[in-house]
């Protein structure tokens, strides 16, 4: 292990005097787990690699995953906690170090640990931890981390030391184990009302083994789970003293301002480096295949020295690609409408359009690096640092062993701080080696962030649906290309016949994981055609949904929710309208209505949101509710004004100025529901997001019969007659 991986788990604080530390990496625990010790754990009694007691009995829980705003690393520590049985007031949580020995390997579980079975479970947890080691893995997206990490790790974690410690005290007092109860980080004997804390017991448990099994808590034995308790991130969120990645700063710094192909492929052809090198502060003028930097004692100074440059670009031969042909190939690729079964009463067909989109979070792209000869610091903000370590190690030309690299909170993810999207990194640290041994902060511009973005998928599909004498649909099927795939079915509606399919149609444009994934283009196209087939049948869009969810009671149990709370069927003022729709992602199911007002002239309110979430069971509601509500805002966002468009081969829009968000005064009120149900845990930080597009496009066709088929709603005329 190289000198950089001890010192930079002892300098996360992870490590204390006299501390007992514990880790689960599946079929047997932490693999590997004395690797990550001081130079006497022996005498310390030192395990790895999540949990650590203190004698002060502090706990500390370390999380293998990265904040960005959703609460994981606090709800993790929640689960964690629960099991240990610690006293909240005491524990303590930081992000684990992008080390190897903190690869996250259960998000594999998360896909579908469900149908694992139990056997086979530690296992398949010991192969993913192994495989994301050896690859690097140590991701959080996917709404993953709490029905993985948290359900299949830090529970397992808590509730062995847990069991380490009651042994420990049953050792020390020579008593039976069983009899041995814990409460807020202690152990107690009420046979000899004797009791003691985590912390002195500590040392001894240390030297004890791992359990393999330890028992879990009984939901209805929780204290810790499903209390709103506050957050640890939000106090330094508040008052300012939390630090992004963007606020790094550190002795003797330089600061780097970039301009990059604006043809994705294309590269630098030619630039004059001299009037910008001539100008104050100015260091260097770098030159990369695809880029051209500036690097500067400031980046006011980079910025206006990277204005003075005229760089040359080629195109890669994409000069005539704009959103038109790109939409004129998808068009093409679909072919004719499906065709429906001989002798349907009435056949409904529709096509539905969805852009690119920016993932556009607030902090924009930011990386820090210092080359210091074969050692490479970086110091950045992503969604795995393990992947992004080997993306620093390549562009430096080093073995990863010789980076180290500092996680900061993120000022914002949605995916595009997700592997395979380092290319800030990648850049940033071209730009550091030049520079060595200066440390070189590259900072992106907006529109560096707008204009190079791994994008939402554009994406066109095409329907056709068949309904019986009755209004009952007999058959859907669907075409899908740009971001579709032949699985997205019309699950969970009990209809005869259901059929997807999709084609390729290849286009420059480099796209990406966006929040929701491809969810978000198909809840739009599935639950608008849905409710074009309810009104084709003469049919309450709410009504005809549960005539077909019979066999589904969790979905027709949050759509139900999301009608009882939205008033659903009760009059309206004229202009007014209310739209439903009901999908499933990562695990949750998220009913929807959304209730607009929209003048005769077409100005559109969106005046209310009600989402009713099944999501299995809420580790911290107030968390939980803020996850739904941020997905609700971000999609009607994009629902309402977002697009990336594309003209002569490169993004159009370059700033907020043109890639449009809401304001805060466009915000509707938000009511939020949870339904606990037996379902394993599910997601939240992304499943709120697919169900809106269509709840507001349904609404805005029931308050003007005007059918909204493309987004964003922007491009769609709402002028009516009443």
Known sequence: MNKWTRRTFIGAGTIAGGGFLLGVAGFTFAPGRHSVVSADAADKGQLTTWITVTPDNVVTILVPH????????????????????????????????????????????????????????????????????????????????????GEYGMRIAGAAAREMLVTAASKQWGVNAAECTTKGSRVLHAASNRSASFGELAKAAATLPVPTSPTLKQADAFTVRRTALPRFDLPAKVN????????????????????????????????????????????????????????????????????????????????????????????????????????????????????????????????????????????????????????????????????????????????????????????????????????????????????????????????????????????????????????????????????????????????????SVNNSQHGFFKESFVDELAHAAGKDPFEFRRALLNEQPRFKAALEKAAQMSGWGTALPAGEGRGIAVCESFGSIVAEVVHVRVSPEGRLKVLNVYAAVDCGDVVNPNSAAAQVEGGIVFALSAALLSEITIAEGRVVQRNFRDYQMIHINDVPRIETAFIRSDGPLGGLGEPAVPPLAPALTNAIFAATKIRVRELPVKKTELKYTI
């Open 240 to 515: 300012g003293q939390a630090k992004y990645a963007i606020d790094f700063s550190i002795p003797g710094m330089l600061y780097a301002a970039v301009d990059i192909a604006p043809v994705q492929g294309g590269k630098l052809r030619s630039v004059d480096a001299a009037r910008a090198e001539s100008m104050p502060g100015v260091k260097k003028v770098v030159k990369l295949d695809e880029a051209v930097a500036v690097v500067a004692d400031s980046f006011w100074r980079a910025r206006k020295a990277l204005a003075a440059l005229k760089p040359e670009w080629d195109n890669a031969g994409h000069g005539d690609v704009s959103s038109g042909s790109i939409f004129a190939a998808f068009d093409k690729a679909l072919g004719a409408a499906p065709a429906m079964p001989s002798g349907s009463v009435k056949v409904v067909t529709a096509d539905y359009r969805a852009p690119f989109l920016a993932h556009a979070s607030m902090e924009p792209m930011v990386c820090t690096v210092r080359v210091d000869g074969s050692h490479v610091d970086v110091w950045t903000g992503v969604q795995d640092p393990l992947n992004a370590r080997s993306v620093a190690a390549k562009a430096a030309g080093v073995d990863t062993s010789q980076v180290r690299l500092t996680n900061h909170l993120l000022g914002g993810g949605f995916g595009r701080r997700l592997p395979f999207n380092f290319d800030y990194v990648d850049l940033a640290v071209r730009i550091g080696k030049v520079m060595a041994p200066a440390p070189v902060k590259t900072i992106w511009s907006r529109e560096n962030d707008i204009q190079h973005d791994y994008y939402r998928p554009a994406a066109l599909s095409r329907h056709s649906g068949a309904l019986d004498a009755n209004g009952v649909p007999l058959a859907v099927a669907s075409k899908y290309t740009g971001g579709g795939d032949g699985e997205s079915t019309f699950m969970p509606y009990a209809i005869g016949s259901k059929d997807a399919d999709s084609v390729k149609s290849e286009h420059h444009v480099r796209t990406g994981q966006w929040r």
């Open 66 to 149: 990265c904040e960005m705003g959703q609460g994981t690393l606090h709800a993790l520590a929640m689960m964690a906690a629960e099991e240990l049985d610690a006293d909240w007031s005491t524990v303590r949580v930081q992000e684990a170090p992008a080390l190897d020995e903190y690869a996250n390997g259960y998000v594999i579980r998360a896909a579908g640990g469900n149908y694992i079975p139990a056997v086979m479970a530690r296992g398949v947890d010991y192969g993913a931890y192994k495989l994301a080691e050896w690859f690097g893995f140590q991701v959080t997206g996917g709404s993953t981390a709490v029905r993985s990490t």
